[in-house]
Every structure is written in structure tokens, then in C-alpha cells.
């Protein structure tokens, strides 16, 4: 079983290491992220790090495969609850979003690094993790919906397809307005009103 000697660890133990390795990564990258400082901050012994993982890629590794398990169970796998509307299923994900970021803090800030994190040691496998996060996440997002809810006037996969470059291209801005603010210091209330006016626009514009 992969990485079974921490899976074995009482779940207060393996939390601290997790969020001593989410933080150091976040804030470092993965180039200058030192294990020694993970180990100080986890309060364990280097020796008991690499018992449980090969080598520090092995340890970034398991934290991608984490993150993307509370984010599918917590994020992508509960978009759907609201049925087959599309601007409601978005409305619903960026709730959650920052219900899980608030939850989850050092996850937030990881996922952030993620996006710009440039090192050649792990490119490959980060590709990989990023494209099955996102192909899963459309899988939730995008699929059985309701279209009886578009306009007929217009073709369904176009402005199925509008939505989602007009969104996707919005949560991007966000995220650039965002820029280095800890989630405590994000006001998500004032966001998802902001996300929601948008939403109200492309409802008049593409449903019935």
C-alpha cells in the first residue's frame, strides 16, 4: 500500500505534517522548500520523515494526491446537489470553493503555488495531477445538463461554451486581485455577490 507507514499514523499526527509540508511548499516552492524546515515545524525527527516518504518529491507528490481527494470530496462532488443549471451549478461551486479554502487554509495557499510552480523536477507528474483535477472537475461542472433552460435561438454547446471561457476567464481576474491575501484577509461574501451579478448578466443573455 502506498505510503502506508503515515496512512498508519494517528490522524492528529499525520494533519500536523501535512500542514508543515502545505505550508513550506506554498510559501518556498518546491525548488526551496527545505524538509528540514517541515520536520522542525511538524515537530518529528528527519529520519521519521523519510520513513514515511522515499524523498521530498515523493512527500510534494502525496500532497497533490491529498489535495485533490478533499477538493473532489468537497468541492467537485457536491456541484451537482443543484440539479442540471449550469449558471447554478457555478453560483454553488464558488460557495463551496470558499467554504473549503476557509476550512482548509494551508490547502488554499498550496493550490496557488500549484498554479505557478515552475520546477522541472516535477513538471510531469504536476501536468498530470493538474489534468486530472481539471478534467474532473468539468466532468462534475459540465456534465447531464438541463438544456432545456438555454435559448433555442442560439446553439446549446456555444453558449455552453461562452459561459464557461466568460467564467473561467472571471475566476482568473479573481485570483489575479486576490494576488498574495491569506484567506483570512478575503472577503468571499463581497465576491460571491460581485460572482453573482455576472451570473444574473449570462442568464439573461443565454437562457430562455
Known sequence: MLYE??????????DVIINAALTEFAAKGYDLASTNE????AGISKGALFHYFASKKDLFLFLCDYVFGV?????????????????????????????????YPRLFEFIKRLSIE?????????AQQLGKMMAYGYENLLGNLDESLF???IPIDKARDLIVWALENYGARSMELIGDK????INMEALNADFGKYLDVLRKCFYK
Do not use: W
Request: include cysteine; charge should be positive; hydrophobic fraction near 35%.
Open 151 to 153: 435559448r433555442t435561438d
Open 38 to 41: 517541515i520536520v522542525k515545524s
Open 71 to 103: 477538493v473532489s470530496r468537497e468541492f467537485y462532488e457536491q456541484i451537482g446537489h443543484c440539479g442540471g443549471d449550469l449558471l447554478s451549478r457555478y453560483q454553488r461551486a464558488a460557495m463551496l470553493k470558499g467554504a473549503v479554502y476557509q476550512r
Open 5 to 14: 507507514n503515515f496512512i498508519g499514523l494517528k490522524e492528529e499526527k499525520r
Open 182 to 185: 491569506r484567506v483570512e484577509e
Open 118 to 126: 515552475k520546477s522541472p523536477d516535477i513538471a510531469a507528474e504536476l
